[in-house]
């Protein structure tokens, strides 16, 4: 038993310090965009390598090998003054891989399409409020719930905090959408019996956004000094995770399967 515990130990590893070394060459290859003077977007497939041991061994390894492979990247392909917080932010991402593939069952047969309904209407539900919101701030501005929804506050820009809180929850309705209608256009064009894909899509979206929110306010507080608005930064950051993240999930639900095949 003991030796078998190793042995799985000693493949863990070696997987591994793969993974990390074939993302660390694809990193070579990311496209940096900057945006306002800094570098806002960076477009990367390293992720569909780097984020598979999260998935594989959990939340604690995701969060190690997310971490140095960062800070390898960096060394190896090195774009300005070496952050922590940045490091910290993609070991926080791939711990939020690890546990929520763990949540998700993501490596078993066992995933109820009862819960996929129940994150639908919620997300929905949160979309038509962000929606209602807008309509009633553009078109009853002065009604007492306008006025309520003003007493959030501005920003130093002059932008209501509400405006921010709106955007965010019709851009999560936008989101599960789109995860809707690509879940749907998957299984029609594959046999994706275990629902691995949509369970996949869930995990890495969640996580990528979070951390990407993250990202964005460092940046525009450390290394952005124009007077350039959070919403014009944010959204092609957010529209890019979103797409970067669709073609992850694809690359690593066909990586995860033909390594099932190879260890038959």
């Known amino acids: 038993m003991l030796e078998k515990n190793k042995s799985y130990d000693t493949q863990k590893l070696v997987l591994t310090g793969l993974f990390i070394a074939v993302a660390v060459v694809m990193s070579l290859f990311d496209i940096p965009v900057p945006i306002g003077g800094a570098i806002g977007l960076r477009i990367s497939l390293s992720g569909i390598i780097s984020k598979i041991p999260a998935v594989l061994f959990g939340p ?3 969060a190690m090998v997310s971490g140095v492979t960062d800070v390898l ?3 190896a392909k090195p774009e300005g003054a070496f952050n922590i917080f940045f490091t910290l932010t993609s070991a926080l991402g791939g711990f939020m891989v690890g546990g929520l593939a763990r949540a998700f069952k993501v490596n078993s047969f066992d995933f109820k399409d009862k819960f996929f309904k129940i994150f639908a209407v919620t997300t929905s539900i949160i979309g038509a409020v962000g929606f209602v919101n807008m309509g009633i701030l553009s078109f009853v501005p002065h009604c007492a ?4 929804l ?3 506050g501005t920003t130093k820009a002059g932008v209501l905090i509400i405006d921010y809180i709106n955007f965010t929850f019709v ?4 989101i599960t959408a789109v995860i809707c209608l690509i879940n749907i256009c998957y299984k029609k064009l594959s046999h994706d019996t275990n629902g691995r894909f949509i369970k996949l899509l869930l995990t890495l979206l969640i996580s990528n956004v979070i951390v990407t929110t993250i990202n964005s306010f460092i940046i525009l507080k450390m290394y952005i000094t124009s007077d350039i608005a959070l919403l014009v930064f944010y959204i092609p950051r957010l529209a890019e995770e979103v797409i970067v993240t669709c073609i ?3 690359g690593m639900t066909y990586l995860l399967k033909l390594m099932e095949k190879i260890r038959k």
Request: hydrophobic letters at 50%; glycine letters at 4%; aromatic letters at 30%.
């Open 171 to 174: 851009a999560v309705f936008v």
């Open 60 to 62: 604690i390894w995701g």
């Open 145 to 148: 719930y306008s006025e309520f």
């Open 150 to 152: 003003k007493s959030f």
């Open 73 to 75: 990247c960096h060394f």
């Open 248 to 250: 992850q999930t694809a």
